[in-house]
């Protein structure tokens, strides 16, 4: 099993940036992929980014030029620094953590609130 916690939600203004962490626990297999989801009000959950063991990335087209995924496999954390930020970026964002050997299922954080608003 793997426990994720996430923080680092709130309210910003537009423009302004956010820093989301994720720290993974429990039975760990590497190499493994982190990543950031999101759910806006009404929508389906849509990929954000994602981070392969050896810092290998992926962005949805909407965030690439603002946000920056990054990892320190050392602390199984990853992070999403978030900046310019939009009101459409308002949504609850939720860490993906999948194995590629050993235990491969999929696991999800509980999800952290973003709202961007003036």
């Known amino acids: 099993q793997v426990q994720l916690v996430e923080s680092g939600g709130g309210l910003v203004q537009p423009g302004g940036s956010l820093r989301l962490s994720c720290t993974a626990s429990?039975?760990?297999?590497?190499?493994?992929?982190m990543g950031w989801y999101r759910q806006p009000p009404g929508k389906q959950r849509e990929l954000v980014a994602t981070i392969a063991y050896g810092a290998i990335t992926n962005y949805a087209d909407s965030v690439k030029g603002r946000f920056t995924i990054s990892r320190d496999s050392a602390k199984n954390t990853a992070y999403l620094q978030m900046n310019s930020l939009k009101p459409e970026d308002t949504a609850v964002y939720y860490c993906r953590f999948q194995a590629i050997v050993g235990n491969t299922n999929v696991y999800w954080g509980q999800g952290t609130q973003v709202t961007v608003s003036s």
């Open positions: 429990g039975t760990i297999f590497s190499p493994n992929t």
